[in-house]
């Protein structure tokens, strides 16, 4: 089984006091070279929290970045300038950028093969409305959001490339999505990734968001193709997030 791999999402939210006291439990309560443990925290708070990881098995992220290089694009911030602060992870094309601010499929193709070029692993967020559900376009909506991503992706960005399924209508609203029902979109994903990379497509991680919390980490963790979660609201509760790496850690 591969290592688990879990994505802290602190959206936008946090503050200079919060996120030291935050980094500082999670940083005293995670496992040695357990779970991969990654924060994304809001960019002003880069510096601050990527210096209190230093030295530690913990990992840096954002969440989100430029489809441009550097330039006159004001209040854009591009995955070198991430990189230089030391991120090693970047969540996008989260339903958030999708819905709230109209990002598109090949936009956010475009920021992953800028993150690529820059070092940085992207967690690439796909995941259907409650509406494409009631319908029946799961799967077809997750594979035209990620074949938009793997249309224009290097070869040389597979061994990179993290995918997260995150149903829309599970995010923030205490409704995770079953066990059973992420696995069968996982293993369609992990399908479509192994007819475009071949073998290459069994170490992609694909993660589960979506209203993971500490008591339905495990049974969501337990399944084959879940390869670790992206947490948003849980991952703002040192307890909570640190229940649900010792879960990641039980699967290992
Ligand atoms: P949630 O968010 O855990 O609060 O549902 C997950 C996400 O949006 O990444």
């Not at 791999?5 to 940083?27: C, E, F, H, S």
């Not at 602060?85 to 339903?95: R, T």
């Not at 967020?125 to 799961?138: D, F, H, I, N, Q």
């Not at 959001?145 to 149903?167: C, K, N, T």
Request: charged share 20%; with cysteine.
């Amino acid at each position: 089984m591969r290592k688990k791999l879990i994505a802290a999402n602190w959206k936008m939210n946090g503050g200079l006091v919060a996120n030291r006291d935050l980094t500082q439990a999670i940083l005293k309560g995670v496992p040695e070279n357990a779970s991969s443990v990654v924060l994304c925290v809001p960019f002003p708070y880069l510096a601050q929290v990527g210096a209190m990881l230093q030295g530690s098995s913990i990992a840096l992220g954002a969440q989100n970045s430029s489809e441009y290089g550097s330039g006159a694009y004001t209040g854009e911030v591009e995955a070198g300038m991430l990189v230089e602060l030391g991120c090693s992870y970047v969540i996008l094309g989260h339903s958030e950028r999708r819905v709230l601010f109209g990002e598109t499929d090949d936009q956010v193709a475009a920021k992953v093969v800028k993150a690529l070029a820059a070092g940085l692993r992207p967690i690439v967020c796909v995941g259907e409305s409650e509406l494409e559900r009631a319908g029946g376009k799961t799967k077809e909506v997750v594979e035209r959001q990620l074949e938009a991503v793997l249309d224009v992706m290097p070869d040389v960005g597979r061994a990179s490339l993290i995918v997260a399924y995150e149903p829309v209508w599970a995010i923030g609203t205490g409704r995770s999505a079953s066990p059973e029902d992420a696995q069968e979109v996982h293993l369609h994903i992990r399908g479509l990734l192994q007819r475009r990379f071949g073998t290459d497509a069994r170490g992609v991680p694909l993660l589960y968001g979506g209203s993971v919390k500490p008591a339905n980490a495990s049974a969501l963790f337990a399944k084959p193709d879940i390869d670790g979660g992206l947490i948003g609201g849980a991952s703002l509760v040192a307890g909570d997030f640190l229940a649900i790496c010792a879960a990641g850690d039980l699967m290992n």
